[in-house]
């Protein structure tokens, strides 16, 4: 059974979760406020766990000028006794290269969640991207082969 006030603060988090993104609010202990020290983060542009996945959301948004995450239909399930959960939200993600030209996602988010002392947390944060519209990133994989 899901809390009203558990609710609320993972609607919060995920919006955190965006601004952080955004703002590119990388400022020490940016990630101990949302993310499990464990924490793994699943995106089209690959995987990541722990350290590791501070060091992959800096370098994804490095390859846009600005960005912007916009969520919609938050939906959580959590069990508050046990402190664990999952949540599902769609996103919009607008992308703005450096020329100015958009790359524009629709996606879902998915996520597991862990209460720490702190609160809760994404012990897991995963992206799928339903719709693109625009100029994609060039992904690490073809970067490499436009190198060699």
Not at 11 to 36: C, E, I, K, S
Not at 59 to 76: D, F, K, M, P, W
Not at 100 to 129: K, N, Q
């Given at each position: 059974?899901?809390?009203?006030?558990?609710?609320m603060?993972?609607?919060?988090?995920?919006?955190?979760?965006f601004?952080?993104?955004?703002?590119?609010?990388?400022?020490?202990?940016?990630?101990?406020?949302?993310?499990t020290?464990d924490?793994?983060?699943?995106?089209?542009?690959?995987?990541a766990?722990g350290?590791?996945?501070?060091?992959?959301?800096?370098?994804?948004?490095?390859?846009?000028?600005?960005?912007?995450?916009?969520a919609?239909?938050i939906?959580?399930?959590?069990?508050?006794?046990?402190?664990?959960?999952?949540?599902s939200?769609?996103?919009?993600m607008f992308?703005?290269?450096e020329?100015?030209?958009?790359?524009?996602?629709?996606?879902?988010?998915?996520?597991?969640?862990?209460?720490?002392?702190?609160?809760?947390?994404?012990?897991r944060?995963?992206?799928?991207?339903?719709?693109?519209?625009?100029?994609?990133?060039?992904?690490?994989?073809?970067?490499?082969?436009?190198?060699s």
């Amino acid at each position: 059974m899901t809390d009203h006030h558990s609710t609320m603060d993972i609607h919060t988090l995920v919006h955190r979760l965006f601004r952080a993104l955004d703002a590119r609010d990388f400022t020490p202990g940016w990630m101990d406020a949302l993310f499990t020290a464990d924490a793994r983060m699943e995106t089209p542009l690959g995987t990541a766990e722990g350290a590791e996945a501070e060091q992959a959301a800096k370098e994804a948004l490095g390859r846009y000028a600005r960005t912007q995450h916009v969520a919609s239909g938050i939906l959580a399930d959590v069990d508050a006794g046990a402190g664990r959960g999952s949540v599902s939200w769609n996103a919009l993600m607008f992308h703005v290269h450096e020329d100015d030209s958009v790359f524009t996602v629709g996606g879902i988010y998915e996520g597991d969640l862990r209460r720490t002392s702190d609160g809760w947390r994404f012990s897991r944060v995963s992206v799928r991207a339903v719709w693109t519209q625009g100029r994609p990133p060039m992904l690490p994989d073809a970067e490499a082969r436009a190198v060699s």
